[in-house]
């Protein structure tokens, strides 16, 4: 596989360069092949040439790379984010990217969150009317098509499936808007029944969030539309121990094409001080690798980083004194003795 690695703006500046030899570490010692470019799609380039998205990258990404790594968008020279919206939502929707899927690490176990991508009330239908300089009236449309439901969900419970799980839920708000609900709900119902060893629930978006926060033993897998999604996704990592913690992974149903980044955002409070915790980073890395079929790789990954991120090089919003650099260098040093030695075939970075 070759990635394409976008570290972005801000703080992904600092933790993707971070978690490239790590990658390049087990990617040696496993014999998986992998290679990568590093693109400059960010602010910088925006602010220099109004580009986010070069022409024919989705086409160049969908012939060249099975995977993008992104680090984080938004710069406060930028304050509308049209970058961010140009890149990211482009990538999404350009390359179906409908399934966000955001595993959240807790004591019972984890819970496997996804979120469609791409739809729903981010589809981007809708308009403003103003008079006198202010808006006056703005409609924002909530969209679905079957097909892109239908592939979202029948992706989801095949993973639950294939993972063991034995319960999925399904989060809506059919009581208050019934159109898109009602589809969700039937969609959902027809494609569990081919998967009879997974029990299916169904909890409405404000009913879910509260028993999350309460019991969140109660769940396995979880499904949601775009905006509850979105929502939702966050309470589990701050769950989990906070933003910086959390990887995600947007997944393409049909092609396989993926996209991972962790989902604490650009922080440009904090950017160059070189204290950016690089864990949601790295581990979006674990479910690359993942992704790709490489599970014990990505296990021997995990474990260092968890190690690593309890010991005394983590970062200081974790309670060690380590800087970005110091805390991947410590989960470096502890995959190189665990890692197996490395057979003569290597990877390695390309340049763009």
Same mark, same amino acid.
């Given at each position: 596989?070759?990635?394409?690695?976008?570290?972005?703006?801000?703080?992904?500046?600092?933790?993707?360069?971070?978690?490239?030899?790590?990658?390049?570490?087990?990617?040696?010692?496993?014999?998986? @092949?992998?290679?990568?470019?590093?693109?400059?799609?960010?602010?910088?380039?925006?602010?220099?040439?109004?580009?986010?998205?070069?022409?024919?990258?989705?086409?160049?990404?969908?012939?060249?790379? @099975?995977?993008?790594?992104?680090?984080?968008?938004?710069?406060?020279?930028?304050?509308?984010?049209?970058?961010?919206?140009?890149?990211?939502?482009?990538?999404?929707?350009?390359?179906?990217?409908?399934?966000?899927?955001?595993?959240?690490?807790?004591?019972?176990?984890?819970?496997?969150?996804?979120?469609?991508?791409?739809?729903?009330?981010?589809?981007?239908?809708?308009?403003?009317?103003?008079?006198?300089?202010?808006?006056?009236?703005?409609?924002?449309?909530?969209?679905?098509?079957?097909?892109?439901?239908?592939?979202?969900?029948?992706?989801?419970?095949?993973?639950?499936?294939?993972? @063991?799980?034995?319960?999925?839920?399904?989060?809506?708000?059919?009581?208050?808007?019934?159109?898109?609900?009602?589809?969700?709900?039937?969609?959902?119902?027809?494609?569990?029944?081919?998967?009879?060893?997974?029990?299916?629930?169904?909890?409405?978006?404000?009913?879910?969030?509260?028993?999350?926060?309460?019991?969140?033993?109660?769940?396995?897998?979880?499904?949601?539309?775009?905006?509850?999604?979105?929502?939702?996704?966050?309470?589990?990592?701050?769950?989990?121990?906070?933003?910086?913690?959390?990887?995600?992974?947007?997944?393409?149903?049909?092609?396989?094409?993926?996209?991972?980044?962790?989902?604490?955002?650009?922080?440009?409070?904090?950017?160059?001080?070189?204290?950016?915790?690089?864990?949601?980073?790295?581990?979006?890395?674990?479910?690359?690798?993942?992704?790709?079929?490489?599970?014990?790789?990505?296990?021997?990954?995990?474990?260092?980083?968890?190690?690593?991120?309890?010991?005394?090089?983590?970062?200081?919003?974790?309670?060690?004194?380590?800087?970005?650099?110091?805390?991947?260098?410590?989960?470096?040093?502890?995959?190189?003795?665990?890692?197996?030695?490395?057979?003569?075939?290597?990877?390695?970075?390309?340049?763009?």
């Amino acid at each position: 596989m070759r990635i394409a690695v976008v570290p972005g703006d801000g703080i992904g500046k600092e933790v993707v360069p971070a978690t490239l030899p790590a990658l390049t570490a087990v990617s040696e010692a496993f014999g998986l @092949g992998l290679s990568y470019d590093v693109l400059d799609w960010g602010a910088d380039r925006w602010l220099a040439t109004g580009v986010g998205l070069p022409p024919g990258a989705l086409d160049r990404l969908a012939r060249d790379y @099975g995977a993008v790594y992104l680090g984080a968008l938004g710069d406060p020279r930028i304050p509308d984010m049209a970058h961010g919206r140009e890149i990211l939502l482009g990538l999404r929707r350009g390359l179906d990217l409908c399934v966000n899927h955001r595993p959240v690490v807790l004591e019972h176990g984890v819970v496997d969150l996804y979120r469609e991508n791409t739809q729903g009330l981010y589809a981007g239908v809708g308009g403003s009317v103003a008079r006198s300089g202010a808006v006056t009236v703005a409609i924002d449309e909530c969209v679905y098509t079957r097909e892109t439901v239908e592939s979202f969900v029948r992706y989801c419970l095949a993973r639950l499936h294939a993972a @063991g799980r034995r319960r999925a839920t399904l989060v809506h708000k059919s009581n208050a808007v019934p159109n898109t609900g009602r589809l969700w709900q039937d969609v959902f119902r027809r494609e569990l029944r081919a998967f009879p060893g997974l029990a299916g629930s169904e909890e409405y978006a404000d009913s879910f969030c509260y028993h999350l926060v309460r019991d969140p033993s109660r769940y396995e897998g979880v499904l949601a539309p775009n905006l509850f999604g979105d929502v939702i996704s966050d309470i589990g990592a701050a769950l989990a121990g906070g933003l910086g913690l959390a990887p995600s992974a947007s997944i393409c149903p049909d092609t396989g094409f993926a996209l991972f980044e962790p989902v604490h955002g650009s922080a440009p409070d904090i950017a160059g001080t070189g204290t950016a915790n690089p864990y949601g980073a790295a581990m979006s890395l674990v479910l690359l690798l993942e992704h790709a079929g490489h599970r014990a790789a990505a296990e021997v990954f995990r474990s260092c980083l968890v190690e690593a991120a309890a010991g005394p090089a983590a970062t200081p919003d974790l309670g060690g004194s380590g800087t970005t650099r110091q805390f991947m260098a410590e989960v470096t040093a502890l995959l190189e003795r665990r890692l197996p030695a490395a057979p003569p075939a290597a990877a390695g970075p390309g340049t763009d």
